[in-house]
């Protein structure tokens, strides 16, 4: 399957039966796979989310948004949980522009993103059993 290198963004075609945490990038040999949050913004959204045939969870917060800090260490946690997804962050402040073209209205929102498809999405903040029981519900398994 195709796995966009979280660090150089180059496309690498990983055989199937090799685990994503497992692998690394044939450009740059970093992992392809960050057990903590990859940090997304207008620049590297597009070039990592829909090209990428790995499901992306995305928490889209901001600076100001308790809800949102307050959520972030069980988001980290995880992050490290779930090794056949990646899970990433937007910092909506950052990136005006991927907050309006998914019209994020309310922070955090979610957004588990298959490519160009999105396979689910929810607001507000949850806890950890929240968090795993609505990945579950959308199909993915720790
Ligand atoms: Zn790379």
Redesign the pocket.
């Known amino acids: 399957m195709i796995v966009v290198?979280?660090?150089?963004?180059?496309k690498?075609n990983l055989p199937t039966d090799v685990p994503i945490s497992q692998a690394?990038?044939?450009?740059?040999?970093?992992d392809?796979w960050s057990s903590t949050p990859i940090h997304l913004n207008d620049d590297n959204f597009m070039l990592f989310v829909p090209n990428t045939e790995v499901p992306v969870f995305v928490d889209f917060w901001a600076e100001w948004c308790g809800p949102c800090k307050a959520m972030a260490p069980t988001f980290e946690r995880l992050a490290a949980q779930y090794k056949t997804i990646q899970f990433a962050k937007v910092n909506t402040e950052e990136a005006p522009r991927l907050s309006q073209f998914f019209q994020i209205r309310s922070i955090p929102s979610l957004i588990l993103f298959k490519q160009t498809t999105q396979l689910g999405r929810v607001a507000g903040a949850m806890n950890a059993q929240q968090l795993q029981s609505w990945l579950q519900q959308h199909g993915v398994q720790a």
């Open positions: 290198c979280p660090n150089c963004l180059k690498n690394q990038c044939g450009q740059c040999d970093k392809l």
